[in-house]
């Protein structure tokens, strides 16, 4: 014991140290005689490919439903998640009780040899059978042979470091002119951008700030509102725009617009003949669900309004694909982002409308951390992002 520690002392400078300790994150599930489970667990590491068959270990809490399972089942997978699922990692740690009845709601699953069930799109997955355990303090250590394996072959780890998520970026050396000088995007732009909008925001910015300061490196971050959030309190995002809701006290937010949601119809649809709806025209027709936040969390407030009398004929998380349904005319979106283009991708006519007593999808806003000095390339950025949403044809 180092000299000066108490035994509690060392054991929360001890977790505090490993809190700086990156690690994957990683869903350890099982399913069998004694029933499916599933937790988020950081420890898991790789112990030998060259036994018989590669092994590798994953530390479960022995309090754990999931640990009881395992040694039931004797059966586990390990699942690998990409830098998009944080939100699987978040429901798996029961920090979205309120969003999923049954934790694995919040994914689709298969299975492989094992019979342990398996994310269907991870970055890599495991199929392991027990082959030993150990109990070392509040843990199950469990060895386990991999039998199968998944691998994807593309995007990047879910990473937990510093009590954050992030996502590893390659680390670049500042350049600087031949005269030492550095200029005001020596450092690369690591910027976050809420998906649904990123397209209609970035390209504009990144012009201007070419134009102003010639060619500069830029990391760009676009996902749902978790995973650009995430990106953000784990420093992977320098600056972000993203919705204004769930952001900590210690993030320094710019508002920069309120957005109001409208009904995107096919050009046939019956209610595209009235100029504006309200929330019960939409009674008796299908909505196309754009199935991220705060997409969902708005429907489901209209719904209540209605007497949630409102259904949902489709899910996708993708912007472009629900325009592409509504499109073919299998229902209505309620969307807050405007494309220029009132044609889906395959060229079916579209037309939105006004959605009176609708409320807001919430406000549109740059942040950052607030102990954090922003580059002079970002603090050019927030300059134009200003700029940009103080014009009278501001983009969304």
């Given amino acids: 014991m180092t000299e000066g520690n108490t035994e509690s002392g060392l054991r929360a400078g001890f977790v505090d140290a490993m809190s700086y300790a990156a690690s994957t994150v990683?869903?350890?599930?099982?399913?069998?005689?004694?029933?499916?489970?599933?937790?988020?667990?950081?420890?898991?590491?790789?112990?030998?490919?060259?036994?018989?068959?590669?092994?590798?270990?994953?530390?479960?809490?022995?309090?754990?439903?999931?640990?009881?399972?395992?040694?039931?089942?004797?059966?586990?997978?390990?699942?690998?998640?990409?830098?998009?699922?944080?939100?699987?990692?978040?429901?798996?740690?029961?920090?979205?009780?309120?969003?999923?009845?049954?934790?694995f709601d919040c994914a689709e699953w298969t299975t492989q040899v094992t019979g342990a069930p398996r994310v269907v799109d991870p970055l890599v997955a495991f199929d392991c059978r027990v082959i030993s355990r150990?109990?070392?303090?509040?843990?199950?250590?469990?060895?386990?042979?991999?039998?199968?394996?998944?691998?994807?072959?593309?995007?990047?780890?879910?990473?937990?470091?510093?009590?954050?998520?992030?996502?590893?970026?390659?680390?670049?050396?500042?350049?600087?002119?031949?005269?030492?000088?550095?200029?005001?995007?020596?450092?690369?732009?690591?910027?976050?951008?809420?998906?649904?909008?990123?397209?209609?925001?970035?390209?504009?910015?990144?012009?201007?700030?070419?134009?102003?300061?010639?060619p500069f490196e830029l990391n760009m971050i676009e996902g749902n509102q978790d995973r650009v959030r995430q990106s953000l309190l784990s420093g992977e995002a320098e600056i972000a725009l993203l919705y204004g809701h769930d952001l900590p006290d210690d993030i320094e937010t710019q508002h920069l617009t309120e957005l109001r949601p409208y009904v995107l119809l096919a050009a046939g649809h019956p209610l595209a003949v009235k100029p504006e709806l309200t929330p019960p025209d939409l009674i008796g027709y299908p909505a196309i669900l754009l199935?991220?936040?705060?997409?969902?969390?708005?429907?489901?407030?209209?719904?209540?309004?209605?007497?949630?009398?409102?259904?949902?004929?489709?899910?996708?998380?993708?912007?472009?694909?629900?325009?592409?349904?509504?499109?073919?005319g299998l229902g209505y979106a309620v969307l807050a982002t405007r494309p220029v283009s009132g044609m889906s991708y395959d060229g079916k006519s579209l037309v939105s409308r006004p959605l009176v007593h609708g409320g807001e999808l919430g406000r549109v806003v740059l942040a950052w951390k607030k102990d954090r000095d922003l580059s002079p390339v970002s603090k050019l950025f927030v300059r134009h992002c200003g700029e940009l949403f103080e014009a009278e044809d501001s983009p969304v």
């Fill in 134 to 214: 150990q109990s070392v303090g509040t843990h199950f250590v469990f060895l386990g042979e991999v039998v199968d394996l998944f691998i994807a072959g593309h995007g990047s780890p879910l990473i937990y470091a510093n009590r954050a998520y992030g996502s590893p970026g390659r680390i670049s050396v500042a350049k600087r002119s031949a005269t030492g000088n550095s200029s005001a995007a020596e450092k690369p732009l690591n910027v976050g951008c809420f998906e649904t909008f990123a397209p209609y925001l970035l390209p504009t910015l990144i012009g201007r700030l070419t134009e102003e300061t010639g």
């Fill in 291 to 328: 199935d991220v936040s705060p997409s969902v969390e708005h429907f489901e407030d209209l719904n209540r309004t209605t007497g949630n009398q409102l259904s949902v004929g489709f899910h996708s998380a993708s912007f472009e694909m629900v325009r592409g349904l509504v499109g073919h």
């Fill in 26 to 103: 990683n869903i350890v599930t099982t399913d069998g005689s004694a029933g499916r489970s599933g937790v988020t667990v950081s420890a898991m590491s790789s112990v030998s490919a060259d036994s018989p068959k590669p092994t590798l270990l994953v530390c479960v809490h022995h309090m754990s439903e999931t640990a009881e399972r395992i040694v039931e089942n004797g059966v586990f997978c390990v699942n690998v998640l990409r830098d998009d699922q944080a939100v699987i990692s978040d429901t798996f740690a029961g920090r979205l009780k309120d969003r999923f009845k049954e934790k």
